[in-house]
């Protein structure tokens, strides 16, 4: 046993055995609820024992034992798990596909999305309801309710333990894709106050996406959100100041940014593109985000061949956001006139979207409209509850 | 298990198909035969209801039971008919349901 164990180093053993135990339990005993109990038993066990005793050496071993345990005690009264638990011995029979089943379990789409993503940090990565609750900025106890309804619904319902089968798998993967893009989203837009628990999100939906990318290899939009991850984290040094101030992508440093990741992500992307060519929303906006990381500086960005990508993305998946994003493309590629003349259609539905008024003021100030400029920057201030994002723009305000 | 779909009608469907001319209607109608044909093997019972405007509702929450003129809740969507199924899990009640090619909603619940 090793003593002194980082908060960091104990998240990533909790994740990597936690969802393999809970795989195995849940597919031993057929009963969701009553594995996933016994699973957090242990995760809480070990995560009050081992800062002060050590990671054992055997952690997935210890987490079993501790879970069987536990389940002796719980279920003395239940004896047909009583039979089955005992006879458990770990490493339980090797089913490869086991956390893959519980993955889609539990981002089934009869849960809705909350329960999806409690369920997933849960059960498949092993964080704690109040771990959860503290990366969502919400009480524990509507956690505990979401987790409990969600298990609940699954057992009543008939959701199935299974990997779903043909033309059903890719709708499923979306369902799963989103689960991890949601996760990922909340950790990386998340300001610096918040860095500490929100960093983990961001490498909780890494680890899920390179997870997910192991099992499922064919899919071309799961290995296309692990490099949008990928890219977006390899760039991360760069992003905030040390202030603790978001810094635009115009202004950072790109000497921070780490080269071999952002090659080893192009890479992976460029792999998915070419193998299957089956181009995805995920793919399109990770060859975006490459196109960014790839210039050396932000003048010698490719803005043409990003307005493409953006014009095939509007194709696959239409959004005002993306309207938006590609509006700022336009205004490299064509002006700044034409990009606003792209905004006038979308002022009504992003009236409550800080970023597109943040994004007029730029274009506006550009061209010398610097009223007009002025007021937008102060709506979109209105708008934001990103501590960064609001010194961001208290920053500009004050330049005028 | 025991899953009861709902079939569930809204203001909107019920006017598309009343616009309908009659062959348009018979086409709708065949598709609908042809499920519960399709799915024979799964469904243990069905029922279409009569239409909303023969609803009435008994409220017993109020003392003497009051009677009133309607369903009891008065929305854009009512239940117009349902079917029981016999299926493995809620995957193969999903499949079924998505395949149901007339009214717009279909609410899925597991019989107790």
């Excluded at chain 1, 960014?292 to 005002?320: C, G, K, N, R």
């Excluded at chain 2, 069905?46 to 809740?73: C, S």
């Excluded at chain 2, 016999?86 to 909603?105: F, G, K, N, T, Y």
């Amino acid at each position: 046993m090793t003593g002194g164990v980082s908060q960091e180093v104990l998240a990533r053993v909790v994740r990597e055995h936690a969802g393999r135990l809970a795989a195995s339990l849940v597919s031993l005993l057929g009963d969701f609820s009553a594995a996933e109990d016994l699973v957090q038993d242990a995760v809480e066990t070990a995560l009050r024992r081992w800062p002060a005793e050590g990671v054992p050496e055997r952690p997935d071993a210890w987490l079993f034992t501790v879970a069987r345990r536990r389940g002796l005690d719980v279920l003395r009264r239940e004896s047909n798990y009583r039979a089955k638990l005992a006879r458990l011995t770990w490493p339980a029979p090797a089913a490869p596909d086991d956390r893959l089943r519980l993955i889609f379990t539990c981002c089934h789409p009869a849960l809705s999305r909350a329960a999806q993503i409690a369920l997933t940090l849960r059960v498949v990565c092993g964080l704690s309801t109040a771990q959860i609750a503290a990366a969502f900025l919400v009480p524990e106890s509507t956690v505990a309710q979401r987790i409990t309804r969600a298990k609940r619904k699954i057992g009543e319902a008939g959701i199935p333990y299974r990997i779903p089968a043909g033309e059903e798998l890719p709708r499923r993967v979306g369902e799963v894709l989103a689960v991890i893009y949601l996760l990922f989203n909340e950790g990386y837009l998340s300001s610096t106050a918040e860095r500490a628990q929100a960093r983990d999100l961001v490498d909780d939906a890494e680890w899920l996406a390179a997870l997910l990318a192991n099992l499922v290899p064919r899919e071309p939009e799961v290995a296309g959100l692990l490099a949008l991850i990928r890219l977006h984290r390899a760039r991360g040094a760069a992003r905030f100041d040390a202030q603790g101030h978001l810094v635009l992508l115009a202004d950072q440093d790109r000497g921070l940014w780490d080269r071999q990741a952002i090659e080893q992500a192009t890479a992976l992307l460029t792999r998915a593109a070419r193998g299957h060519r089956r181009p995805g929303p995920y793919q399109l906006q990770a060859a975006i985000v490459a196109c960014h990381a790839e210039a050396a500086t932000f003048a010698e960005t490719d803005w043409a061949q990003i307005l493409v990508l953006y014009d095939m993305l509007l194709h696959l998946a239409p959004s005002p956001v993306t309207r938006l994003h590609r509006a700022v493309a336009l205004r490299h590629v064509k002006g700044p006139e034409a990009a606003l003349a792209e905004l006038a259609d979308l002022g009504e539905v992003l009236e409550r979207y800080p970023l597109f008024h943040a994004t007029r003021a730029e274009l506006l100030r550009e061209l010398g409209r610097r009223e007009q400029a002025r007021r937008a920057d102060e709506r979109a201030l209105e708008l934001t509850a990103n501590p960064a994002q609001q010194a961001l723009l208290e920053q500009r305000l004050g330049w005028d | 298990m025991k899953y009861v779909l709902m079939f569930v009608e809204t203001e909107e469907f019920a006017a598309q198909l009343e616009a309908m001319g009659e062959l348009e209607q018979q086409a709708a109608y065949a598709a609908v035969g042809q499920w519960f044909a399709d799915h024979a093997g799964q469904i243990t019972h069905h029922t279409h209801l009569a239409p909303v405007h023969t609803a009435t509702t008994v409220r017993l929450d109020q003392g003497e039971p009051v009677v009133t003129d309607g369903p009891f809740v008065e929305g854009k969507e009512v239940v117009s008919g349902f079917a029981e199924v016999e299926v493995a899990d809620l995957d193969e009640a999903l499949r079924i349901a998505r395949s149901w090619p007339a009214c717009p909603v279909v609410e899925i619940r597991p019989v107790a």
